[in-house]
């Protein structure tokens, strides 16, 4: 959703309010693409501070689904998505000209892609089903969760494998 700013950003001094959504669908990174479970609306609140600076608050909670890392089930996992972002607004400023803010094009301000890098950082490193997940057999991708593989649990030493290969002929039956 795109939001246009025009109006506080000429009025010196002025807030607004505004609810607005999200009309992301799922979270596309190189990571892959995760679907968003749920989300609601939220008021977000914008004030132009005397024309030098443009302050942009609001909050919200997205539920997107993930794999959990050890047996890929799906984790529905809550990101709580706080905004308090200032922009400088004077040309000549400093911090005008170092910050890069790819979510304002002109007078408009895209609030997809603002969530979009909010959630960005606090992606979690590692998502897991449970602390206790057991993952998926190696062999048969079995979920170790839901039940025991007949698989050989113990994998020999692969440089010990010609010794295995002689004890295994000479094995009395």
Do not use: H
Not at 71 to 93: N, Y
């Amino acid at each position: 959703m795109k939001v246009e700013l025009a109006d506080i950003l000429s009025c010196e001094n002025r807030e607004m309010s505004e609810q607005v959504e999200i009309e992301l669908l799922s979270f596309d990174s190189k990571l892959g693409q995760f679907p968003i479970v749920r989300k609601a609306p939220f008021v977000m609140k914008f004030t132009n501070e005397e024309n030098r600076r443009l302050f942009i608050q609001g909050e919200t909670e997205i539920t997107i689904a993930i794999p959990c890392d050890r047996c890929l089930e799906q984790v529905e996992r809550a990101f709580s998505v706080v905004i308090e972002k200032e922009i400088p607004l004077e040309k000549g400023s400093p911090e005008a000209d170092t910050d890069e803010v790819d979510y304002m094009t002109g007078t408009s301000l895209d609030v997809d892609q603002l969530i979009f890098g909010e959630i960005l950082v606090s992606w979690p490193m590692k998502v897991l089903c449970r602390e206790d997940c057991r993952g998926i057999c190696k062999r048969c991708g079995a979920s170790l969760n839901l039940r025991e593989c007949q698989c050989q649990k113990a994998e020999p030493d692969p440089r010990m494998a010609a010794i295995q290969d002689i004890f295994n002929k000479f094995k009395e039956v």
